[in-house]
């Protein structure tokens, strides 16, 4: 079973900032906390990933909480092309324990 | 990034056929490699696990035997439908990676339809 809790869907105004939220409460030391998003008929994208220092790139920033229970996946300035199913996922140290647990995800619609 | 290449994208087969589905990390060389089948609306759900040179872990209630598994080198892995059943019409997914730690990357999906 998924460890992670999103709510099911969310809606922002293109060009503001989007913050999707995440639960991980049982998380454990050794697990990392990704985000991928899956655009309709394609396969998942990576976003951004994190152990638990905040981490930023060139599509994102993660927010992970001091206790890591919780984390945030920011958008910046989300744009109509970022409308997509988010998913946070824990993942495990590796081997059979690697692999990524999806659960429901957050449906993201852009407005213009 | 890197590039796992997923193919065929599309695939109808009739009934009773067996279907083969390859996934390749282009520029990296994957260890393990995951495969994934998705419903319409629903999330994925984890069907195998594949270590190159060894046996695949199926999740359970995965049938093994309808579900094959190669992953006979470094950057190649294929999944067969055996004995292809409309309830096996799905999305199939794989991704693979580099080790712990480290990013999965995902192929563009196989959309399977079995008539």
């Known amino acids: 079973d998924a460890k992670t809790t999103q709510p099911p869907s969310m809606d922002c105004a293109e060009g503001r900032a989007a913050n999707l939220p995440c639960n991980h409460s049982?998380?454990?030391?050794?697990?990392?906390v990704y985000w991928y998003r899956q655009i309709h008929s394609q396969g998942p994208q990576y976003i951004i990933h994190?152990?638990?220092n905040n981490e930023t790139n060139e599509m994102a920033s993660l927010i992970i909480t001091e206790d890591r229970k919780s984390s945030t996946l920011i958008l910046p300035h989300a744009t109509l092309r970022d409308t997509a199913v988010y998913y946070c996922?824990?993942?495990?140290?590796?081997?059979?324990?690697?692999?990524?647990?999806f659960g429901k995800g957050t449906k993201l619609s852009v407005k213009p | 990034g890197a590039v796992v290449s997923q193919h065929p994208s599309r695939v109808i087969c009739k009934s009773g056929t067996s279907v083969k589905i390859e996934c390749r990390s282009l520029?990296?060389?994957?260890?393990?490699m995951f495969w994934y089948r998705q419903f319409p609306k629903q999330s994925l759900m984890l069907m195998a696990t594949?270590?190159?040179?060894?046996?695949?872990?199926?999740e359970q209630g995965v049938e093994k035997d309808k579900f094959l598994i190669n992953h006979a080198s470094l950057t190649l892995s294929t999944l067969t439908v055996t004995s292809a059943h409309p309830e096996d019409s799905s999305f199939y997914i794989c991704?693979?990676?580099?080790?712990?730690?480290?990013?999965?990357?995902f192929g563009s999906g196989t959309q399977l339809s079995v008539l």
């Open positions: 991704s693979a990676g580099t080790g712990a730690r480290e990013k999965l990357f």
């Open positions: 520029d990296f060389q994957a260890t393990t």
């Open positions: 996922i824990v993942r495990g140290p590796g081997g059979s324990q690697g692999n990524l647990i």
């Open positions: 594949s270590n190159e040179g060894s046996k695949a872990t199926y």
């Open positions: 994190g152990l638990k």
């Open positions: 049982t998380i454990s030391g050794n697990e990392y």
